[in-house]
C-alpha cells in the first residue's frame, strides 16, 4: 500500500537483512542505497540514476567485498572494476530516466 517507491524501499530492506549486505560491501546495494535515497527525496527518476551511478562507480575503489559474489574474486581484480549488481542497477536507471 506504499506505492512503487515504497516498495521499493521496503525490497532493498528485506534484501540487506536476509542478504546481510550493507552500503560499503561492494554489492548492488551500493547504487539502490543513494538512488532510491535520492528517489525519495527528489521523486525524479533522472536522479536516482545518477546517484545509482555514483554508487556504482564507487565500487571500482574498493578493493575488497564483504558480500556478494565477488568476495570469491581476488583484490587485484576487483580494483577498477565496478561491482557487476551496482553496474546493472545504474545502467537500469540510466535507462528508465531516458524514457
Known amino acids: 500500500g506504499k506505492g512503487w517507491q515504497g516498495a521499493l524501499q521496503a525490497g532493498l530492506s528485506r534484501m540487506m537483512e536476509y542478504g546481510g549486505a550493507k552500503p560499503g560491501d561492494r554489492t548492488m546495494i551500493d547504487a539502490l542505497v543513494p538512488a532510491l535515497d535520492a528517489l525519495s527525496k527528489s521523486g ?50 540510466e535507462g528508465l530516466s531516458r524514457s
Open 44 to 93: 525524479n527518476i533522472a536522479k536516482a540514476a545518477l546517484a545509482a551511478r555514483k554508487g556504482a562507480d564507487a565500487t571500482a575503489n574498493m578493493v575488497r567485498a564483504r558480500a556478494g559474489r565477488s568476495t570469491y574474486v581476488s583484490s587485484e581484480k576487483l580494483k577498477g572494476v565496478n561491482d557487476p549488481g551496482a553496474e546493472a542497477v545504474a545502467m537500469l536507471l
